[in-house]
């Protein structure tokens, strides 16, 4: 069955920390939708900037590219990696110079498809009738050792390195290699973005149980953000979530229109290839002129 971006819901909880750190957003513009999730890295000073820099280079990308965009994968790659730029720019302007970091998961959804990056532990799942179809594999030192097969994922959960990330954006001034990821959609389908602060104080049949209960997604979305940090207490991380769930395509009542001909379809895809490089065109120019301030 076709389906199309339907009810969305997120939280954010400050947990035990004296700051909240994390920060999400969810952009649409008709059936074309970009979730954000980014949680900035504590051990770094300014990590809340980090993130919102993330959030405002989703939104500032977004708004900028015709839609439907016609490649995910090189969407996401160079959203994240101009992220990353203007948080080490950001950095370099503070007195004295400073390095934030933030963790990074973005998704793009259109045409019953979800595309996804992600650069560190903040993940992403999909999930689909009461299980996890897929999910992103943390940028961390104790994956790679699960990995590796040196510790298994019981010790996992109680290493005492489980927090170190082995990427970010901010920090080395080259861009970060960022994972992708790719899954069709169907009706009913729940994408699921979250920080650390959420799947490292709960088990997946928590979430799965509270996002496919009878609750609005509202409501199972906040009760998994107090559940967590009520498990968490007293040593809470901040906890962030973002939820977007697939409804099903209305059929149209309207009169199906006319197929278009090779040549008009071919004249659209060259019409909208126009229109992201003459955006991106704008972007380098804009950013040059910036440079030379």
């Not at 994240?80 to 973005?106: S, W």
Request: aromatic share 4%; proline share 4%; charged share 25%.
């Amino acid at each position: 069955m076709s389906a199309i971006p339907g009810e969305s819901a997120h939280s954010s909880l400050i947990g035990d920390r004296k700051i909240n750190q994390d920060r999400c957003i969810l952009v649409q513009d008709e059936d074309t939708v970009l979730l954000g999730l980014a949680d900035g890295m504590g051990g770094h000073p300014r990590g809340e900037a980090a993130a919102q820099v993330l959030i405002d280079t989703c939104q500032h990308y977004f708004d900028r590219t015709p839609h439907p965009i016609l490649n995910p994968n090189g969407f996401l790659t160079r959203l994240l990696h101009k992220a990353h730029e203007n948080i080490i720019a950001f950095g370099y302007d503070q007195q004295p110079a400073i390095d934030p970091r933030t963790t990074a998961v973005a998704c793009l959804i259109q045409k019953n498809i979800a595309h996804w990056a992600h650069a560190g532990d903040s993940r992403l799942y999909l999930l689909r009738e009461r299980r996890v179809l897929s999910k992103t594999i943390d940028h961390s030192y104790v994956e790679r050792l699960k990995q590796q097969g040196v510790i298994t994922a019981k010790e996992q959960e109680v290493h005492p390195q489980r927090n170190y990330v082995t990427r970010c954006l901010g920090g080395s001034l080259n861009s970060p290699e960022v994972t992708l990821g790719k899954q069709k959609l169907e009706a009913g389908d729940i994408l699921l973005l979250c920080s650390d602060g959420l799947w490292g104080s709960i088990t997946e049949t928590d979430i799965l149980n509270t996002l496919f209960s009878n609750l609005p997604l509202s409501e199972a979305v906040h009760a998994l953000a107090e559940q967590a940090a009520h498990k968490a207490f007293p040593d809470s991380d901040n906890i962030t979530l973002i939820a977007l769930k697939m409804a099903a395509q209305k059929k149209s009542a309207q009169k199906p229109r006319q197929t278009e001909s090779p040549e008009t379809a071919e004249e659209s895809n060259l019409a909208q290839a126009i229109a992201e490089l003459q955006n991106a065109i704008n972007n380098f120019e804009t950013e040059t002129k910036q440079e030379k301030k």
